[in-house]
C-alpha cells in the first residue's frame, strides 16, 4: 500500500515568491497534519484537517501561511510572499482519524530552500 | 515547561549495549505513546507504540510506560550502528493533539 506522498520533494525559490507543497494522503486516513522541522530541531505542529471539520490552525506562523484540503484527501500548503526564514523541511502526516490512540505516519516531506 | 521533554544527546553507546532512551511528559491525561525513529536527512518512522503501564516488546526494542510517574522509555537490546539516528518521543494531550518531543540524537559506535 501507498504511504504518504509529498511533491515536490525539493523546492528552490526567490524570496519574496509563493510556494506550493503537496501532500497526498494514505487512502482512507481522515485526519492529515503539517509540521515544520528547521535544520537540527524538533517537529513545529502547522495544522491539522479531520475529515469535513474546520481545520485546526493553531500552529501557522504567520498569515503568508495557508492550507486547504480538497475532498477529504489531498492537502496543499501554500507560502505567500516567502521569507528566508522559511526555509525548513515541510512534513506531512495522517492518521486514521483524531482518536488519541492513533499513530501519525509521515511522508518524505518538501525541502523548501529561499534563496 | 514542555508537553514532551526528552534529553537532546547526544547519547553515545558501543555496538551490542543497550540504549536507554527516556521522555516525560507533563499531561496527566495522555493515554497513548509512540517513538519514531528519525535518520538524518529523512522523516520520522513510527517503531513503537505504548498504552498501557509496563513493557512492550517487539524485537529488539522494549517500549516502557509508567502512567503514575510520567515517563516513557525506549530501550534498543543488541544496538546496532545502524541505530544511530534521532528518537523522537509522542504523546497525545488532553485536546487529541499528538504531541512530540526535541528527540534525542543515538550513536552506536562500532
Redesign the interface.
Known amino acids: 500500500g501507498a504511504g504518504v506522498s509529498q511533491s515536490p520533494s525539493n523546492k528552490v525559490t526567490e524570496k519574496g515568491k509563493d510556494v506550493e507543497l503537496r501532500c497526498d494522503p494514505i487512502s482512507g486516513h481522515t485526519a492529515l497534519y503539517w509540521y515544520r522541522q528547521s535544520l537540527g530541531q524538533g517537529l513545529e505542529f502547522l495544522i491539522y484537517f479531520q475529515g469535513n471539520s474546520a481545520p485546526d490552525k493553531s500552529g501557522l506562523p504567520s498569515d503568508r501561511f495557508s492550507a486547504e484540503r480538497t475532498g477529504g484527501s489531498v492537502s496543499t500548503l501554500t507560502i505567500q510572499r516567502t521569507q528566508q526564514e522559511d526555509s525548513a523541511v515541510y512534513l506531512c502526516a495522517s492518521s486514521t482519524g483524531t482518536a488519541s490512540n492513533q499513530p501519525q505516519h509521515f511522508g518524505d516531506g518538501t525541502r523548501l530552500s529561499i534563496l | 515547561q514542555k508537553e514532551v521533554e526528552q534529553n537532546s544527546g547526544p547519547l553515545s553507546v558501543p555496538e551490542g549495549a543497550i540504549a536507554s532512551l527516556n521522555c516525560t511528559y507533563s499531561d496527566r491525561v495522555s493515554?497513548?505513546f509512540?517513538w519514531?525513529r528519525q535518520y538524518s536527512g529523512?522523516?520520522?518512522?513510527?517503531i513503537m507504540?505504548i498504552?498501557s503501564n509496563g513493557d512492550k516488546e517487539d524485537g529488539r526494542f522494549t517500549a516502557q510506560l509508567n502512567k503514575a510517574s510520567q515517563y516513557v522509555s525506549l530501550l534498543i537490546r543488541d544496538s546496532q550502528p545502524s541505530d544511530s539516528a534521532t528518537y523522537?518521543c509522542?504523546a497525545?494531550n488532553a485536546g487529541?493533539?499528538?504531541t512530540?518531543?526535541?528527540?534525542t540524537r543515538l550513536m552506536v559506535k562500532p
Open positions: 493515554q497513548s509512540f519514531y529523512k522523516s520520522p518512522e513510527l507504540s498504552y523522537l509522542a497525545y487529541n493533539m499528538l512530540f518531543g526535541g528527540g
